[in-house]
């Protein structure tokens, strides 16, 4: 291993131990700069130039640089314009591939962002997107930057940074291959939120399920009061789903619902026991059976934490992303923080797995009775009045196995495609990188 290493002075952005951490990639084809294939774009409007009908982007996500817009919000200070075909980077996450090739005709960022115009005719788009999103690359770049809080990856710091580009023919053939592989792959499976739709869909059908939706045309609407759940300016946030062929009972009416605490951080006894305690971030629709952290006896004696049994039902209230409204079982007694609600004590006329799996599927509807401006909460006032269509209880056991049957499946076939993913963006890295 050499212990030297020559940086040529031109190439050096700023003085600091960061910038010889990078590797000098090689390839079997030309190595170009960034420089020469972008170009920043920085048309800035103001917040009072900004129409609603552009779309306001909320976050780029890392794995695939898919873009979240902000619905019907206006930004509070000046934004970026970017265009189709753009080159959007988080200048804070580019390391972490929060970048993108806009797809839509025209969109707005804050400054955070910057909108890249994709300059060389000698580079494919989607060619670009794969090549800076390979793990080769990206680690490159997580050593050359300055480390700290919210460092930005300007352009006088991506410009330095070079990458293989092979003939365009060679690059059609390349995505060729990609796709070919990617695209059998049902993305849905993937998806965060697919097994929730999944379950809807099926409960939809077999328990003839009928929601009421309010028209966007709709200037006036009327709500029954017993749906009501809280009076406030979100009050017309009613779960308003009935049942062709079945009864519904309020949540409270089959079962309790509690919550748990967070004993004191500043006793560090209280985190040395073996009690399994859960956060929100836990909570993702599977059986747990172990905890990051564990609480002591004393812990639960000295807040409002509780110890419930193994088969309670968890959802998370709040959380960052898409954690509120997510659901688990318990596999053992476990503790809780704030922030989630369980369920447990069970009435006979409940099969607590239909009830999990019943939540599952109504994800979505229940996240959309959040309330709050910048991070929207359930409660468990809210939780304990949302309607639960109750079959027989054989039927319920029935679609119980059924839907968890499904679950397992379609968890195989995400690990799968997962593999499949990472080989295919392997073997795109082997044929571009050495």
């Not at 919210?150 to 070079?162: D, M, P, Q």
């Amino acid at each position: 291993m050499s212990k030297l290493s020559f940086v040529n002075f031109r190439s050096v952005e700023k003085w600091h131990i960061d910038q010889y951490l990078r590797e000098n990639l090689k390839s079997k084809y030309p190595m170009v700069s960034l420089s020469k294939i972008l170009m920043p774009v920085r048309k800035r409007i103001s917040s009072s130039e900004y129409s609603i009908e552009i779309p306001l982007v909320d976050k780029i996500r890392f794995s695939d640089g898919q873009i979240f817009f902000k619905n019907g919000k206006f930004p509070k200070n000046d934004v970026f314009i970017a265009y189709r075909g753009f080159l959007l980077v988080s200048n804070i996450n580019f390391e972490k591939g929060a970048f993108c090739i806009v797809e839509q005709e025209e969109i707005a960022c804050s400054t955070d962002y910057q909108p890249y115009q994709i300059v060389s005719n000698d580079i494919l788009p989607e060619y670009l997107n794969l090549c800076l999103r390979s793990e080769t690359f990206l680690n490159n770049v997580a050593r050359a930057k300055p480390k700290g809080m919210k460092v930005r990856a300007k352009w006088e710091f991506i410009k330095t940074f070079s990458i293989p580009i092979p003939s365009l023919e060679e690059q059609k053939q390349i995505l060729k291959a990609y796709s070919s592989i990617i695209n059998d792959i049902d993305s849905r499976e993937l998806s965060e939120t697919g097994l929730n739709s999944m379950v809807d869909e099926y409960l939809t059908e077999k328990l003839g399920l009928i929601r009421k939706r309010k028209s966007t045309t709709e200037m006036f609407s009327v709500t029954a009061f017993s749906d009501i759940f809280t009076w406030g300016v979100d009050f017309t946030k009613v779960a308003n789903v009935k049942s062709k062929n079945y009864p519904s009972k309020k949540l409270y009416q089959l079962c309790s619902v509690g919550s748990g605490g967070t004993p004191s951080r500043t006793n560090p006894e209280f985190y040395k026991g073996n009690i399994p305690w859960i956060k929100t971030g836990e909570v993702v629709n599977e059986i747990i059976y172990d905890t990051e952290e564990k609480i002591s006896n004393k812990a639960i004696d000295c807040s409002s934490a509780k110890i419930y049994p193994a088969g309670s039902i968890i959802m998370a209230m709040y959380g960052q992303g898409l954690t509120r409204g997510r659901t688990a079982k318990l596999g053992i007694p476990s503790s809780t923080n704030q922030a989630c609600a369980v369920m447990h004590n069970f009435s006979k006329e409940i099969y607590p797995d239909y009830l999990w799996i019943y939540l599952m599927g109504e994800y979505h509807h229940i996240r959309d009775l959040a309330s709050g401006n910048n991070q929207p909460n359930l409660s468990a006032e809210k939780i304990k009045n949302y309607p639960v269509i109750i079959p027989p209880y054989d039927e319920q056991v029935k679609l119980a196995k059924e839907i968890l049957q499904m679950k397992e499946e379609l968890k195989c076939r995400k690990i799968e495609a997962t593999k499949i993913i990472e080989n295919a963006k392997k073997n795109f890295e082997h044929t571009i990188f050495e």
